[in-house]
């Protein structure tokens, strides 16, 4: 595991972090670019400046872990990368894509189509089946219902959990449910996977299955990963762990 | 699967709240028909007033009357059908005063070209017609007091006091719902005979028909210029303004029962509002999930209206469904037999089974409107930090 932290704020370092790569090959065109990100929460009058002034990098097909204490910010960047919050300084940019500029709407959509989520508590609908909460995504393409059903009976044999595409969460241990979670996450094929501590409700067992999982995505697949994660042992198996402190990269 | 399927499925999540909650709308929604059940009956009279039928009355009064030869006066007037003429009696059976019934003086060779939807069996028509103490009787009034064609009743006057002995020679039905079936109907000229001399030769108020209903409201206008210059004027209207001013006298408590029904449907709101309210705080985690992978906020709106609509229909269908048996083939013929002087006709009207899903649909809708707004404007990262 090549640990790839860096200089804070060092567009050159990050560059060579993401060039160090476990797997050691070739640099990897950048698929993710933050310029400058700033963010600034508003508690009342007073505010707290979550990100400063971060520069990052991360190359197309990564597998990235992000670390650091609670309130660093992990999840806000998380959240910037995933289109969920918009920057209150800088810029970010995903295949050219300036996230920064677009409404609410248009990163709602963006998102639709680009980035696959994962939670820390699965956050699949009780009510659904598990090939029903795999198709809801496709709910906001046009595809036809047999096709849509299709291609989440597809998700889910990636996954291994085909068989148990008719049951409901609570009909599921929660290893399970999460690959049902990760089955959701790639129905629609996105270029990114976003993981907010994935493996943190589980136990180890379950949790080395959905990190085997994350790494067959992302060998197989190609899909660029980024985590956030308390856990080391899910961070070694990222290609790349950076690590922030105070809005930071250390 | 589709986002309206979603939503239907979402109303199993709490299913003893939601039990709950659509018990709660079946039942403002029994309330409300049977309110308006009510209503509607104690109004069929005005609403099914025959259109080709007038009345007078005294100019002044109801309680005061009219001469008897103003009868002969209105059916030479041209435009005139037919004309008949009618008395409250205002008697009851001896010691059973609480036992109220309409009893009626009027003229039985006239009577039936008035109202023709009276129906009599010929023979029994033909003895009342002949049978000055004859009387005949609607079909629930006889079934009320165990009368049959034969019977010898006693009734003890108050407006004409003494007791007055009738025999019953008919029994009456009727060809429409709305007709009253529980009056007793007797011969005029044997109330004349034996009452007063004050009360001689007097009438309580006359009913003319005309041959088309469009000439009606000229005749209004020429009858009461008719008696213009006599001693006593007259106040000619249509049925239905005659029928409007006896419901008049109970219409402080008909606006009272509409104001129930309303509040009822408050109510019902309220409690719709509650659960999907108590539902949508619930679930803001999840609409933060589902905003995440790229729902929109009216894709959230849609999941929170769509359920209570769902709620709210099923609500107001069970309710239905539990009101109209239980009027129509209970209450409603209970109330027939032993009110029917009120409530003639005792039934849920298709109209207001629509009104009522109607309702349920809008108030649901209407309860569903804030929460649905505040779940659409949740910021996603907002919700997805929020728990349970």
Not at chain 1, 197 to 213: C, H, K, M, N, V
Request: with cysteine; glycine share 8%.
């Amino acid at each position: 595991m090549s640990d790839a932290s860096t200089t804070p704020t060092s567009t050159a370092a990050n560059t060579a972090a993401n060039t160090a790569v476990k797997s050691g090959g070739a640099a990897a065109a950048t698929l993710i670019r933050l310029s400058q990100v700033g963010k600034t929460y508003y508690r009342g009058k007073e505010a707290v400046e979550v990100l400063k002034n971060l520069d990052l990098e991360m190359p197309d097909g990564a597998f990235e872990a992000l670390m650091g204490p609670s309130g660093s910010g992990k999840s806000t960047l998380l959240n910037l990368i995933a289109g969920l919050d918009n920057v209150t300084s800088g810029s970010i940019q995903i295949s050219g894509v300036d996230l920064s500029r677009m409404s609410e709407g248009e990163r709602a959509k963006w998102r639709s189509q680009n980035v696959g989520f994962i939670f820390q508590t699965y956050n699949l609908m009780p009510v659904l089946t598990a090939a029903e909460n795999v198709e809801l995504p496709l709910l906001l393409t046009s595809l036809p219902s047999a096709e849509r059903k299709k291609r989440a009976l597809t998700a889910l044999r990636v996954v291994g959990l085909e068989e148990r595409a008719s049951h409901r969460p609570d009909q599921l241990s929660g290893g399970q449910q999460q690959r049902v979670a990760i089955a959701r996450a790639i129905v629609t094929d996105p270029k990114i996977i976003v993981a907010d501590e994935p493996t943190g409700d589980l136990d180890r067992a379950s949790a080395d299955q959905i990190l085997e999982l994350l790494v067959k995505l992302n060998k197989e697949l190609g899909k660029t990963i980024v985590m956030v994660t308390h856990d080391p042992a899910a961070a070694e198996r990222a290609s790349i762990v950076r690590r922030l402190d105070k809005g930071q990269l250390t | 699967m589709n986002l309206a399927g979603i939503a239907v499925k979402n109303t199993r999540r709490n299913l003893f709240r939601t039990v709950l909650t659509v018990t709660g709308v079946a039942v403002a929604m029994l309330a409300f028909l049977l309110l308006r059940t009510v209503l509607s009956s104690w109004t069929a009279g005005v609403e099914y007033s025959a259109k080709d039928r007038i009345a007078t009355r005294h100019k002044v009064t109801f309680v005061m009357w009219l001469p008897r030869r103003y009868v002969d006066d209105i059916r030479a007037l041209d435009g005139v059908k037919a004309a008949s003429w009618f008395n409250w009696f205002g008697a009851h059976l001896p010691g059973k005063e609480d036992q109220f019934f309409a009893n009626i003086a009027t003229d039985p060779k006239s009577f039936f070209d008035i109202y023709d939807e009276i129906v009599v069996p010929e023979d029994q028509k033909q003895h009342w017609l002949q049978d000055r103490r004859g009387a005949i009787v609607g079909s629930v009034l006889a079934h009320q007091f165990g009368w049959k064609v034969g019977d010898k009743v006693t009734l003890e006057g108050s407006i004409y006091p003494g007791l007055w002995e009738f025999n019953i020679d008919g029994i009456y039905t009727a060809t429409r719902k709305s007709v009253d079936q529980s009056t007793f109907f007797f011969d005029w000229n044997y109330l004349n005979e034996s009452a007063r001399d004050s009360a001689k030769e007097q009438v309580g108020w006359i009913i003319t028909k005309v041959p088309n209903p469009a000439q009606a409201a000229g005749l209004v206008k020429r009858i009461d210029q008719l008696f213009d210059n006599r001693d006593i004027q007259t106040l000619t209207m249509s049925e239905r303004a005659l029928n409007t001013s006896f419901l008049g006298m109970i219409s402080t408590m008909l606006t009272a029962m509409s104001m129930v029904s309303v509040v009822i449907l408050l109510i019902m709101m309220l409690i719709l509002g509650n659960t999907i309210a108590m539902g949508v705080r619930e679930r803001t985690h999840e609409y933060g999930v589902l905003r995440a992978i790229g729902f929109m906020p009216k894709h959230v709106s849609a999941f929170v209206l769509g359920e209570a609509t769902f709620i709210g229909l099923f609500g107001g269908c069970v309710g239905v469904g539990i009101a109209y048996p239980l009027i129509n083939q209970g209450v409603g013929r209970f109330m027939e037999e032993n009110f029917t002087g009120m409530f003639p006709y005792f039934r849920v009207a298709g109209s207001d089974v629509a009104i009522a899903l109607g309702l349920s649909l809008l108030l649901a809708l209407v309860a569903a409107a804030i929460p649905a707004y505040q779940a659409s404007k949740l910021h996603v990262t907002d919700a997805l930090r929020r728990v349970g």
